[in-house]
Nanobody, 126 residues
């Protein structure tokens, strides 16, 4: 069973940066996919970025491409989301997620992921 714990959220002004971290415990296959999702009040959960556990592939939503970077350190069981040039519309609860097998080939929705963290809040003010 995979367990995920996020940290690193906070409040920043527009144009600022934050780095989210996710500690992932459990057993993993190289074909697993790790993802970051976000959900703003009154909106559906949105996929932000994904990375193949075994390396070699990253995917981003159009809304964050060029500003966010997903990375991982498998030796430390960590997944990161570096967020630069933040905008007020990036304000949301951010979740780390795990998909067993199948890699990260798009399209993937939240229902494709079986394990979730508790979330970390990101608030961007204008």
């Amino acid at each position: 069973q995979v367990q995920l714990v996020e940290s690193g959220g906070g409040s920043v002004q527009a144009g600022g940066s934050l780095r989210l971290s996710c500690v992932a415990s459990g057993f993993f296959y190289s074909s697993d996919c790790m993802g970051w999702f976000r959900q703003a009040p009154g909106k559906e959960r949105e996929g932000v970025a994904r990375i193949n556990r075994g390396g070699g592939g990253t995917y981003y939503s159009d809304s964050v491409k060029g500003r966010f970077t997903i990375s991982q350190d498998n030796t430390k069981s960590m997944v990161y989301l570096q967020m630069n040039s933040l905008k007020p519309e990036d304000t949301a609860m951010y979740y780390c997620a795990h998909r067993r097998g199948g890699y990260c080939s798009p399209p993937l929705e939240s229902r494709d992921f079986g394990a979730w963290g508790q979330g970390t809040q990101v608030t961007v003010s204008s």
